[in-house]
């Protein structure tokens, strides 16, 4: 569709001429049927982010510092990157025909003149000093706004954007010459950046520089399972003190992955595809039944919350064009992408399952990212293998221990039941250390029937990011699991214990992942004067899970083990009894009983809620005492 098809189509709209609301949900070439509903979901949703996008653009010609600006309802700072929204913004303009998607998207673009550098990129922040990097990700929608829309553009306007582009290009070219620049995302989405940009614009060294840093990136998966290693600080290859790699999960499903995969898909690299392959394959060991990310062990998993990561852009351009080499891919994409609609509310993607229930705003950075990756997968739709779930999730499937040596974590499955522990060290920066689940706690803990019953925070919520990250409303209070005491109003836990190790065992159908923590400070300091050394154990059969904390130590201060179980607002909670409490979930009853009276946190509300992973929980504590030196808390669901 050229400009003059494009006024004319808004014309017939302008009318009341009938037009479908999405040409693409006709039947293609393949067949009918084909994919159908996944594209329908994709369409709508799209959709909606676009027209809540436009909602809260800002428009005003007179000023160039306004004009086009899109304000976030959650945070009192300008996301400078919300330009990255030209390229759904084209989409949505050339399927509907309707102007207000253009001149949209033209604003947009158009404002980023308040974030340009003289060196061609654009800031990420309106400080003109803040980090420039993440041009690659505004070159990259610009670069496929002007490749599968650029026809909707005037001559004089599309030449200016590709002068545009060719400055972003360069500043690239220049400051990302090897895969270990910084954090390994930015090297391996500059494989893809190089590539398009290079072909869009018939620059041959820059296809040249993209094949480099292809060849580069093979050497950044782990072994044996293949996970893409390098988010981490100072430098992608730092090892922790148990020798493993930085790996955060929710920056290689919704970023890295993305475009390793359109680079080798496109430049026909075998080698390459099978490497990904296996690489995704490992990674969707972590995706929960219901389309969650299980970043919970995850060096960046500050920005996590249960469908991925909060600034990249989602996983479905990656596991959809991959789903011919594996349909569990697509099941993969379909499940998050449903996962994602229920995350969204007045037009904007919401940071976490509980948001809404909680009436936390939504930060505007999740839906202009995530909109370019279903813009992405639609625009090559005609490319694409077919996409269903008909092949289950590996961990809808799973039964027993999957142990990952690299993350020292461990996934356990039995019935209904989906757990994951960890005592992965990493960190992913030394001097200010965001801690994710480790000290052998439980990351995560799953059923079937009701959904996510526990999930990991930072032991500590803190803004590593603070443009990026939205404050935490109200005390923060952790959502691991864990056995903590407190010594002179200082914090101690096993959360803090990067030493620990544990083993597991799985017999006559039960799973046993048990093992030996300390009860350390943030500065990794081991509590005096009283029990500072535990056993901790997780057992899992098919009906119920049992989480067990024991010493032989003195104990002297009040400790507990406190388990915060998941639960929006609204739910029915009760104590029939003092070592008994009840949660009633829509899909069934969870019980939590223990060996001693069970009390709920001191908190001032009946819930807590956490921006990581964006969930409400119950914070359900059981102490131990100089006599009851074992405590054990058993979970159930009917």
């Not at 309707?98 to 990129?121: C, F, H, P």
């Not at 909670?573 to 069970?598: D, H």
Request: glycine share 8%; hydrophobic share 35%; proline share 5%.
């Amino acid at each position: 569709m050229n400009r003059r098809d494009f006024i004319q189509f808004s014309s017939l709209l302008g009318l009341g001429i009938t037009i479908p609301s999405s040409p693409l949900l006709a039947i293609d070439s393949r067949g009918e049927g084909h994919s159908k509903a996944y594209r329908e979901l994709v369409y709508e949703l799209l959709k909606e982010w676009c027209d809540g996008m436009i909602a809260r653009q800002l428009i005003d010609p007179s000023d160039p510092k306004i004009h086009g600006l899109m304000q976030c309802p959650a945070c009192d700072v300008v996301h400078a990157r919300f330009f990255d929204a030209v390229y759904p913004l084209f989409y949505m303009a050339k399927t509907t025909g309707q102007a207000k998607y253009l001149d949209a998207g033209i604003a947009a673009m158009e404002w980023n003149r308040n974030v340009t550098l003289a060196d061609g990129s654009w800031t990420n922040d309106l400080d003109p000093k803040s980090w420039n990097g993440t041009t690659v990700f505004g070159a990259i929608a610009l670069a496929e706004t002007l490749k599968y829309h650029g026809d909707l553009l005037d001559s004089k306007r599309y030449e200016a954007w590709q002068q545009r582009l060719r400055a972003a290009g360069d500043f690239i070219y220049r400051k990302f010459d090897a895969i270990d620049v910084t954090n390994v995302n930015y090297g391996a989405t500059n494989i893809y950046a190089l590539d398009l940009i290079g072909k869009l614009l018939e620059l041959p060294h820059y296809r040249l520089r993209s094949k480099e840093l292809a060849e580069q990136i093979k050497g950044y998966f782990t072994e044996p399972n293949k996970l893409l290693f390098g988010e981490i600080k100072p430098s992608a290859h730092k090892k922790s003190a148990k020798g493993l790699p930085g790996v955060d999960l929710g920056y290689n499903v919704e970023e890295s992955l993305n475009s390793i995969v359109m680079y080798a898909l496109h430049a026909e690299d075998k080698e390459l595809i099978g490497l990904v392959q296996k690489s995704m394959e490992s990674h969707l060991e972590f995706m929960l039944p219901d389309g969650g990310w299980d970043n919970s062990w995850g060096t960046r998993m500050f920005k996590w919350t249960y469908w991925g990561s909060r600034t990249c852009d989602g996983c479905q351009p990656a596991f959809t064009m991959m789903a011919g080499h594996n349909p569990a891919f697509g099941t993969a994409a379909v499940k998050n992408t449903e996962l994602l609609r229920r995350c969204t509310a007045d037009g904007l993607l919401h940071g976490g399952p509980h948001y809404i229930s909680r009436g936390i705003k939504p930060c505007l950075h999740h839906t202009f990212t995530h909109a370019k990756a279903l813009a992405t997968v639609l625009d090559q739709w005609d490319e694409l293998p077919p996409v269903n779930t008909n092949t289950p999730l590996p961990r809808a499937e799973a039964d027993g221990v999957h142990y990952f040596k690299e993350l020292d974590t461990a996934l356990f499955a039995r019935g209904a039941w989906r757990g994951t522990v960890s005592a992965y060290d990493a960190e992913y920066y030394h001097k200010r250390d965001m801690r994710q689940a480790t000290g052998n706690s439980l990351g995560i803990l799953y059923h079937e029937k009701v959904g996510l019953l526990c999930a990991a925070s930072m032991a500590i919520y803190k803004l590593m990011e603070p443009l990026n990250q939205q404050p935490a409303p109200g005390e923060d209070i952790a959502l691991t699991p864990r056995i903590e005491t407190y010594q002179n109003g200082n914090w101690y836990s096993n959360l803090f214990d990067l030493t620990s190790t544990f083993d597991s065992t799985d017999s006559d159908g039960k799973i046993t992942v048990q093992g030996q923590v300390a009860l350390k400070n943030e500065r990794r300091e081991k509590v005096q004067n009283t029990a500072a050394d535990f056993g901790i154990a997780y057992e899992c059969t098919a009906e119920h899970v049992r989480i067990t904390g024991d010493t032989t130590q003195e104990l002297v201060n009040e400790t507990s083990i406190t388990v915060p179980v998941l639960s929006p607002s609204g739910e029915l909670m009760g104590q029939p009894e003092p070592n008994f409490i009840t949660i009633q979930k829509p899909e069934g009853t969870v019980y939590v009983s223990a060996n001693v009276p069970l009390e709920i946190k001191e908190m001032g509300t009946d819930r807590t809620f956490n921006m990581v992973p964006g969930v409400e929980a119950i914070p359900i504590v059981a102490f131990f005492t100089p006599e009851q030196k074992r405590v054990e808390i058993e979970i159930k669901v009917i």
